[in-house]
């Protein structure tokens, strides 16, 4: 009667010894989550959760951001549980890490050393941990986004059952943020590198369609517009208005009255120049900008750009290269925003009485969703080991930077060339398109971490020829798959 469960004892130990770096790694990241979830009784608040929660309790297709996640909360309403919310995030992200580290080693023939390495950000990374307990859709979208690309990168035909999930993956992502919708492109590239059979890119494509053409009809019934937002135009004005200068360019005069405030080189961040009280888009709580409003804010965007194009490649290069891979995190955008990234010492003041666009009040929406107002308890010595945790232990942007560079040697010198620089453009797309459109912001470099060391994890970490491999002998990537008829 002992002998199947010795047996199984037997299996699992010697599945650890194989695998104890990640084991270990893997232990302490579930350790460090559950410590969040015991001192942070809740969740952690961000402004943009209680749109979110404002989705969820009547769905509407939101005005100022996609409205994705907010019908990810809707489905989980009957729980009346915003702690079941970001525990769902932590367990998420867990059982991503664990399947990515698989496939690195059993489908991508890496080292077991460097496929552990390569999930150390996401188990391990302080502000990956406290992003998790943040009610925002960064979370969703980062499992959404990996599961695609782990999914298409794995090895064999990819047939159209496949592509289909891969594209219904992308297209969920994208419908979660939209910065996740030119990610498509990039897979469109890899099968072409991979000259797969055409049904494979018609599945694709279909199916990433479809919830994106879904949601984009459903917004233009609420809006009278076939788009995933009403605020394209005002995000691209404010990158322009942390340059635009209307005394040496004038403006058109039917546009003169969005020249941003304050003299070029003393303003507020370009993000918070859009929601600021004296902004001249006219922000108010509660209430979202017409259509007027964007579309004459995307013509003032152009033409600063076309005015001031030096200006515009200056603003956009400082973000990425020096805010992304800076060492030390800096109060970007505001004090406020960059402190909502830290494990608190007290709970964060709310404003119960803020309106919240189309649902009353923050008051309101949190009630409606858990029955009640949804506290966050702060309890120690939990919170307290979290918040050391955070100060000692983070990913800084240069390490990022760095594994960005080795990840683009190893295209050039090594071999898994076509996965290495799927995931390495991945990565590098998600880093770009904020300081392009928008601002940067740190929780976007987030969701690009597990891409970038990936990436370098397949270009280097590859086992040499007649090296062990573990049951499945993965195939040299540089053939391409054969056509079939």
Known sequence: MLSPLVGRLSWVGAVLRRHWVFAGVLVAGVVLRVGAVLGFRGTLWFNDSYDFLAIANDPFPHPLRPSGYGLFLWMLKPFHSVALVTALHHVAVVGVAVVGYRMLVRDFDVRRGWAALAVVPLLLDSF????????????????????AMLLVAKPGATGWRRAAMVGLLLGLAAVTRTVGAPLFLIVLLYLLVRRTRWPVYLALSLAFLLPVGAYATWYQQEHGRFAMSGTDGVFLWGRTAAFADCEAFTPPPDIARLCPHGRKGERLASSHQIWHEDSPLGWTNGEAFDEQTNRDAQRFALWAIRNQPGDYLQVVAYDFFVR???????????????????????PTARNPDLPVLGAGDRRSVVDEYVHGPAPLHIVEPYAEYMRTYQERVRVPGTVLGIVLLVGAAGIVWRRARARTALFWMSAVTLLAIPPVTVDFDYRYILPAMPLACFAAAMAWGRRVPGEAAPKKKVADEREPEPARA
Request: glycine share 4%; hydrophobic share 35%.
């Open 128 to 147: 990956q941990i406290e992003l998790e307990h943040l009610l925002l859709s960064d979370t969703l979208f980062t499992v959404l986004l990996f599961g």
């Open 324 to 346: 992304t891979f800076s060492w030390n995190r800096s109060q970007y955008p505001t004090i406020g925003t960059e402190a909502r990234y830290h494990f608190p010492t007290k």
